[in-house]
């Protein structure tokens, strides 16, 4: 699959998923939705940013640092937008809880910021 059929495909299914989400925000009232209809909403959610981030990384990628094999580049834009979607969702759903506070959110930025180094560690090692 080239680049350019991948970035196509992930636009596709990001189109879809925001969409979605769309319609679960417009269809679903909070006040009556039980667990299932939140689940549903989390996870659109997250899959729409979670692509948005993907694309604009693997494109400002692949124009910044021509040189770089496509695959590794794809592969980190992908770790890192799932990342950054899971710390949005994260504190949403803590800000929903009301348990969101500046000390949480370091604590989230922290965590987020570990795992990224134990990824680029790991990385390191088996090359």
Do not use: N
Request: glycine share 8%; with cysteine; hydrophobic share 60%.
């Amino acid at each position: 699959m080239s680049l350019r059929q991948y970035l196509i495909a992930l636009a596709l299914g990001t189109a879809i998923s925001i969409s979605a989400w769309c319609i679960v925000t417009i269809a679903i009232d909070p006040v009556t939705a039980g667990p299932l209809a939140f689940a549903v909403f989390y996870v659109t959610l997250g899959a729409g940013i979670a692509g948005v981030m993907t694309i604009l990384g693997t494109v400002v990628r692949s124009y910044r640092c021509a040189d770089e094999d496509v695959h590794r580049a794809v592969a980190r834009s992908f770790r890192q937008g799932v990342m950054l979607s899971a710390l949005f969702l994260g504190c949403l759903m803590l800000l929903a809880k009301g348990l969101f506070s500046f000390g949480t959110m370091v604590l989230l930025i922290v965590l987020a910021g570990l795992f990224e180094f134990l990824m680029l560690s790991l990385k390191r090692e088996h090359v």
